[in-house]
């Protein structure tokens, strides 16, 4: 079989990600379709900016959710003959398998294609999961912060500028080491950040069903059930199931982002709070004799939601980067992992001959935060217009 031409190849690649086109013009369809009934996420397609981003962050989204579908070879298996294979090269001897290597093969005769799709899921398992816990930190503790202030507010203020005057790169650098991992801080730390989006989600419902004790008690229920039964596991690797678990490699990386992350979410919270509980509506709600917890989750958070979500886009941004940035030093999850940093640093090193096994994984990285920064940028001019 001859090499394939860069249209044979871009089209195979096209054929590859149908998958991910069909749940693409699906989401579109339907979204446009009903934008006027979706809020905010609605009027994000009422800007080219915000549409473009949303279209690049779910297209590696939908690769990540179809990833065993859309790769032609196992991300990890070497295949005799193809080590720095150029793109479109064909297998020696196929036996059943996809006869081309279609973005080439990196140094260890891997599938340059298939690593870089199933990077996608390595990224998209920890980012968007990191940021949102350390959302839910952040704005436990910069509600109460901003609206009591005092000394509590001094001391958390105190220790996140303490966590923030330190080198973020240095930082993860000595969270994330080896040697961490045979200590028990990864799990003290997971102990105590983990357990914070179940006293969020716990404090916001009791809050707001204080009246109605039926349906409080139901639903703390069910979240202390089903929330004390993850963090056993995530925190502590001590789910009796096996449903919820984390390697201590991801483990490590996971704690170090969330405690990273989180300092700077609380200021944002903060900051935030201290201008909205002078609002009238807040004012209205302490006249009727709400409780300080009510009005900072459900006078105060709800009208808070634009920037933060803005935030929270471009924080999976960050994060991302930050992860490549740890793969890329050989301090991220597991070694022969395809995330995206350790295929580019494995790539580098032939870069002048064989650029193609970094350029591709970079170039999905970039796309990726690209697409996030868009993001970010079409919900904030949306959210102005409100």
């Known amino acids: 079989m001859d ?17 991910v086109w069909v749940a693409l013009v699906a989401v579109f369809a339907i979204s446009i379709t009903f934008k006027r009934r979706l809020g905010l996420y609605g009027k994000l397609f009422d800007s080219n900016v915000g549409m473009v981003g949303f279209a690049l962050v779910m297209f590696w989204v939908f690769a990540a959710v179809f990833a065993d579908w859309i790769i032609t070879h196992d991300p990890l298996a070497q295949i005799s003959g193809m080590r720095n294979a150029t793109p479109g090269s064909p297998l020696r001897d196929p036996d059943g398998r ?7 093969g990196d140094a260890l005769a891997r599938d340059v294609f298939s690593r870089m799709v199933m990077g996608a899921r390595e990224v998209l398992r920890i980012a968007p999961f990191a940021a949102m816990i350390s959302f839910m ?5 910069g509600l109460p912060a901003g609206y009591i202030g005092g000394r509590f507010d001094t001391g958390l203020t105190f220790v996140a500028n303490l966590v923030l005057a330190f080198p973020v790169i240095l930082l993860f650098f000595l969270l994330v080491a080896p040697e961490i991992q045979e200590t028990a801080i990864p799990r003290v730390m997971a102990g105590v950040l983990f357990i914070v989006p179940v006293i969020f989600f716990t404090v916001l419902l009791n809050a707001r ?13 069910g979240v202390l059930l089903v929330g004390l039964w993850a963090y056993s596991g995530l925190a502590f690797n001590a789910d009796p199931l096996g449903v919820w678990g984390m390697s201590p490699n991801l483990l490590n990386v996971f704690v170090a ?35 300080p917890w009510y009005i900072m989750l459900w006078e105060i ?11 929270f886009c471009l924080r999976i941004g960050y994060t991302t980067i930050l992860l490549g940035t740890l793969g890329f030093f050989g301090l991220g999850v597991a070694p022969e992992s395809p995330d995206w940093g350790s295929t580019i640093n494995q790539g580098r090193r032939l870069l002048t001959i064989y650029p193609h096994a970094a350029l591709a994984p970079a170039l999905a990285l970039m796309s990726l935060v690209l697409g996030l920064n ?13």
Not at 137 to 141: N, P, Q, S
Not at 215 to 220: A, G, T
Not at 374 to 385: F, H, M, Q, T
Request: glycine fraction near 10%; proline fraction near 5%; charged fraction near 20%.
């Open 257 to 291: 982002v969330v405690f990273v992350n989180s300092p700077t979410v609380f200021r944002i919270v903060r900051g935030i709070t201290l201008d909205i509980k002078t609002r009238d509506y807040v004012a209205a709600a302490q006249t009727r004799g709400e409780g």
């Open 98 to 104: 996809y006869e081309y290597f279609l973005l080439g």
């Open 209 to 221: 069903f204080f009246t109605q004790p039926a349906k409080r008690n139901l639903y703390v229920g």
């Open 3 to 19: 090499t394939l031409g860069w249209l044979d190849i871009l089209g195979r690649i096209a054929v590859q990600l149908l998958p």
């Open 374 to 386: 868009l993001l970010a940028d079409g919900l904030r001019e949306e959210s102005l217009k409100d």
């Open 137 to 141: 930190i952040g704005i436990t503790l």
């Open 301 to 311: 958070l709800p009208n808070a939601r634009g920037p933060l979500i803005v935030d």
